[in-house]
């Protein structure tokens, strides 16, 4: 099955900084790569997602890059703001079935103002 | 529009002790999924259902059961609750395609 692979467990950049998380996957079948924002005390919130046809997709200061060789795939925020603070989780899809989510182990970003 | 709603939101049960969690949809979604959150974790699949009558394991399985006998409704049950099950349990639903939404999350403390 598949395995995704996150780091950094835990991230702190000063505001208006760009933030990177990163995450790995084992399964070549998998074609489907959504992030997920986590705010205390909430469910997880997609933010952005990617499919295996694209190299890159930005939304406003968020962007998802996949490098399908690799299996890696990378969440970049730009110009980060104190409600960027969250957890954040990667996934991966198991092409099969019911498409099921692998998820990575979170990533906690602390913005400092 | 509500979404994904889990009830209830908190509970502390002893040992032994069992209970249902109640997730409903109200996005005419097919796929239905159960989660658990543990730190340093992640999020790992308990059991899932690919529509109306239909439930499959996933990766944590042991210790739970689920019932999906209605198409807006996922139960999740402990029939008889241990300290490791204490953890954040998360519903979710998605559509044909792969989006998934997620519940607002269910706070269990076995003790």
């Known amino acids: 099955g598949e395995n995704v692979e996150q780091h950094p467990s835990t991230l702190s950049v000063q505001e208006g900084d760009s933030a990177v998380i990163k995450c790995t996957y084992s399964?070549?079948?998998?074609?489907?790569f959504p992030w997920y924002k986590q705010e205390l005390g909430k469910g997880p919130q997609l933010i952005i997602d990617?499919?295996?046809?694209?190299g890159e997709k930005k939304d406003q200061r968020i962007a998802v890059t996949l490098n399908k060789t690799a299996k890696h795939f990378s969440l970049h925020i730009t110009e980060t703001q104190p409600e960027d603070s969250a957890v954040y989780f990667c996934?991966?899809?198991?092409?099969?079935?019911?498409?099921?989510?692998?998820f990575g182990q979170g990533t906690r970003l602390t913005i400092n103002p | 529009n509500a979404g994904v709603t889990q009830t209830p939101k908190f509970r502390v049960l002893k040992t032994g002790q069992s209970m249902t969690l109640l997730c409903a949809q109200d996005?005419?979604?097919?796929?239905m999924y159960w989660y658990r959150q543990d730190p340093g974790m992640g999020l790992r699949l308990i059991h899932y259902?690919?529509?109306?009558?239909?439930?499959a394991k996933g990766e944590v399985p042991d210790g739970y059961n689920v019932s999906r006998l209605k198409k807006q409704n996922f139960l999740l049950g402990l029939e008889s609750a241990a300290p490791s099950q204490t953890s954040v349990y998360f519903c979710?639903?998605?559509?044909?395609?792969?989006?998934?939404?997620f519940g607002e999350g269910s706070w269990l403390t076995v003790v």
């Open positions: 979710a639903s998605r559509t044909s395609g792969n989006t998934i939404y």
């Open positions: 399964d070549s079948a998998s074609n489907y």
């Open positions: 990617i499919r295996s046809n694209v």
């Open positions: 996934a991966a899809n198991e092409n099969q079935g019911a498409q099921k989510l692998v």
């Open positions: 996005m005419n979604h097919e796929y």
């Open positions: 259902s690919v529509g109306e009558g239909t439930t």
